[in-house]
């Protein structure tokens, strides 16, 4: 291989202007990443449908799909997510290869140097991902890699992959937290947020999406030492919060002491910590007491005005940010979905296609209530309509506090501010001594606050 390949790449980053091309990620329809236990594999094979690495112009973005292929003597079915979510990991082994998320939101980079130093076909990545998967998990005797690079050849296996991810879900719909006697714990993301770790139960899926119950448990019991393993719940102090002692321990000891407590169906206390590989984001709206969904293809703002990417960079990182809490698709459709805030019912706004994607698990007489990008564009618009369609947000008292303020709070704050996206940020501070003010540049920090005002100066104004 051209390139050395290792777990010390992981991590790695490729920013726009070091890519040579991009695959998948936000701009192509259709991606996808799959694995399939089968009789029929020849060990060692590599198909390329669509154009090569080498074919690709420098600085253009293609459809991926890698469907992978293993056989082996005890393998079963319920192995196959574990073994998907290790492209994610192996992808990243590649010097010069960034890989990010999971299924039919995969997204990679091949950067311009890998690529000169000779990194320039699909039968090279697809080699290392087969020898990768036999020799990290020795339960797999054959592997083949094919890849899909077009929009065209990858219609029909995306269209299959979309029937497998589905099936899966379904299946771990119908087991709930009290159904069984033990939890399971994933580190696999914590190259990326080192002290992150998944709690996977039937009622909370593990927040990338590709690991259900069913999944974790398949992978505990061929490799118990490996990252993914069992957690005993233990002593359960609040089964509504999801609270369990055996969590906070498993969290406390993987965290390296950095978490101490968890509550499994809250975003606002004590929330599961987020890696970065999350599908969709539950966020606070407080100015009017409830939550918005938003995923990760979701193009455009959301109702508070931050795209997914700069809500993104407030949640990941493996820390317990109450109030942007990382979640998986799947956890919408589950009963305890946030309970301990509110649940479902405090869902008042969502992106639009995703709204559609689990209008069938939502309460029936909830669906028409949760307010869309196509039906409002800011907070005042959404206060209105949640009150025009009686959104039972509009009972409770966190509402009544949020929209009412009371005369002390309207005196003191002139009008409501809009929140400030994350990142990068320059702003001038007008008469702030000498001429012209003067620049504050904040570079690559993030600024954690509980509240930030923004008042509008008056000169008439009483202080
Ligand atoms: S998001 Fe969680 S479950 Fe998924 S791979 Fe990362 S640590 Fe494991």
Redesign the pocket.
């Known amino acids: 291989m051209p390139i050395d390949v290792g777990p010390v790449y992981e991590g790695e980053r490729i920013r726009g202007n070091q890519m040579y091309v991009e695959l998948g990620g936000p701009k192509i329809e259709k991606k996808f990443e799959l694995v399939r236990v089968s009789k029929n594999v020849t060990d060692g094979k590599v198909t390329i449908n669509g154009p090569d690495l080498k074919d690709m112009e420098k600085g253009s973005t293609h459809p991926i799909g890698i469907f992978v292929e293993v056989f082996g003597k005890i393998l079963e079915e319920d192995l196959e997510a574990v073994f998907e ?1 290790r492209i ?1 990991e192996f992808c990243n082994f590649i010097n010069g290869v960034m890989h990010l998320n ?1 299924r039919y939101t995969n997204w990679m980079r091949v950067s311009i140097q890998a690529f000169e130093k000779g990194l320039n076909s699909f039968q090279m990545i697809g080699t290392i991902l087969i020898r990768l998967f036999k020799a990290e998990l020795p339960i797999i005797e054959k592997a083949q890699v094919t890849f899909y690079t077009d929009t065209k050849s990858i219609e029909k296996p995306h269209k299959m992959a979309m029937e497998v991810y589905n099936a899966r879900d379904e299946r771990a719909r119908g087991l709930h937290d009290e159904d069984v006697d033990m939890f399971y714990g ?5 190259s990326f947020a080192p002290t ?3 709690c ?1 139960t039937p009622d909370r899926t ?3 999406g ?2 259900n119950w069913f999944d974790a448990r398949a992978a505990a019991k061929v490799d118990p030492k490996g ?2 393993f069992e957690v005993v719940p233990g002593e359960c102090y609040d089964v509504f919060a999801g609270h369990y002692q055996g969590i906070n321990d498993m969290m406390k000891k993987r965290s390296l002491g950095e978490i101490e407590k968890v509550y499994l169906f809250s975003g606002m206390e004590f929330p599961h910590t987020s ?1 970065g ?2 599908e969709a984001i539950d966020f606070y709206i407080p100015e009017l007491g409830g939550h918005g969904i938003i995923d990760r293809s979701h193009d455009g703002p959301a109702i508070n005005g931050l795209p997914f990417s700069a809500m993104a960079n407030q949640t990941g990182g493996g820390k317990q940010m109450p109030g942007f809490n990382g979640i998986s698709i799947q956890y919408i459709a589950s009963p305890k979905y946030q309970q301990y805030d509110g649940g479902i019912k405090n869902i008042v706004w969502m992106g639009k296609a995703l709204k559609d994607r689990v209008a069938e698990f939502l309460p029936a007489d909830l669906v028409d209530k949760i307010a869309t990008e196509e039906d409002v564009n800011d907070i005042n618009a959404l206060q209105a309509w949640l009150e025009e369609k009686k959104h039972p947000i509009i009972e409770t008292d966190a509402y009544k506090i949020a929209v009412g303020g009371g005369e002390e709070e309207e005196e003191e704050y002139e009008t409501a501010g809009a929140m400030v996206p994350m990142g990068t940020q320059t702003f001038t501070v007008g008469g702030a001594g000498g001429l012209g003010g003067f620049k504050v540049i904040l570079k690559n920090c993030k600024i954690h606050a509980e509240s930030v005002i923004i008042k509008k100066l008056d000169g008439k104004r009483k202080k």
């Open positions: 979510r994610h999971q994933c580190v696999l993301c914590q992150h770790a998944c996977i593990s927040l990338c590709s690991i990252p993914i890696c590989c999350f």
